[in-house]
């Protein structure tokens, strides 16, 4: 838990514990393998090179004692006629899902899809605790508590405009032009929380100017081509969007950070069969598309710890 996390006060949050006994846990095996393991990197911590090369070869040794305990689960993709329910954020649309669904067909050809967009935290809670939702994939900044998660990738974010927007020749725009200009949302304002710009800017203590929001992603770039309107997003989705309608990325403001997506699911299908069997491809799908855009030069990077599965 403190590598996945990086935080002796998130370990400490996770596990119930107080965080002097955390920090005395950390300094026992810090001396068991003779390294510090965590060491601070400005204001955060970060692992070490003994550390990250720990963490698969632990996490492997816990999931295999999962499975071993585990009741005797009958799972078998080739046979199963299970629905699966995933909640995804709506910009995985093009580039995600539908490798996701090419690879799950493939091997379960007899299992029902139902892929549906993001709800309140509350209706995702429910959801996940009752098995009638199997998986969410996101992308907002601040992760429910009471979930387990696994980072898939990070991304570098880009601002979308017309052609012949008035800032459309400008290479990338600073934080104050930024926050001065009318954007166009797929987020509500009411749920900015879990928008990874508005929650971002929200940890800043800023707030844009949301002229327009959408139900889809895909309303977006009819209504860029039309307007001044800015869309900021994720690159691979915003390249998406260049490649069909006249329109031009400019780099965000680097405030705003990468836009990191993560997959997360609740402690009740942890164990289960079916669950690991999803999420083994759902990591595929990602480092597939972390090394299809690193042939095409794209800023895309399997996020740290992308094996880990945090509780």
Not at 28 to 47: E, N
Not at 264 to 287: F, K, P
Request: charged content about 20%; proline content about 7%.
């Amino acid at each position: 838990m403190l590598l996945t996390s990086c935080s002796v006060s998130r370990t400490a949050d996770l596990l119930a514990l107080s965080q002097p006994s955390v920090s005395a846990s950390l300094k026992r095996l810090r001396d068991i393998f003779s390294d510090p393991l965590l060491v601070r990197s400005g204001t955060h911590m970060v692992m070490t090179e003994r550390g990250a090369a720990l963490l698969p070869v632990i996490t492997q040794i816990l999931d295999e004692i999962s499975l071993a305990v585990a009741p005797g689960e009958v799972f078998d993709p080739a046979s199963s006629q299970r629905r699966l329910r995933i909640v995804a954020a709506n910009c995985f649309a093009p580039f995600f899902l539908p490798r996701l669904s090419e690879l799950i067909r493939n091997a379960a050809p007899r299992i029902v899809i139902d892929y549906c967009s993001m709800e309140p935290e509350s209706e995702l809670m429910n959801g996940l605790e009752g098995g009638e939702i199997d998986l969410v994939i996101g992308n907002w900044p601040a992760l429910p508590e009471r979930l387990r998660f696994t980072p898939l990738l990070t991304a570098e974010i880009v601002c979308v405009v017309r052609i012949g927007h008035p800032l459309a020749q400008v290479r990338a725009l600073d934080l104050k032009t930024y926050l001065t200009l009318d954007h166009i949302s797929p987020t509500p304002w009411s749920v900015a929380a879990w928008s990874p710009i508005d929650g971002r800017l929200r940890e800043l203590h800023l707030q844009r100017r949301i002229a327009v929001s959408v139900p889809e992603y895909t309303i977006a770039p009819s209504m860029l081509a039309r307007t001044d309107l800015v869309f900021t997003t994720g690159r691979p989705f915003a390249q998406h969007l260049a490649s069909s309608m006249p329109l031009v990325l400019l780099a965000a403001p680097p405030e705003l950070g990468r836009m990191r997506f993560h997959m997360l699911w609740h402690e009740r299908s942890h164990n289960s069969r079916q669950g690991r069997w999803l999420r083994d491809i759902v990591r595929r799908v990602a480092r597939e598309i972390v090394r299809f855009n690193g042939l095409a030069g794209q800023s895309l990077e399997v996020a740290e710890m992308e094996t880990a599965e945090i509780g």
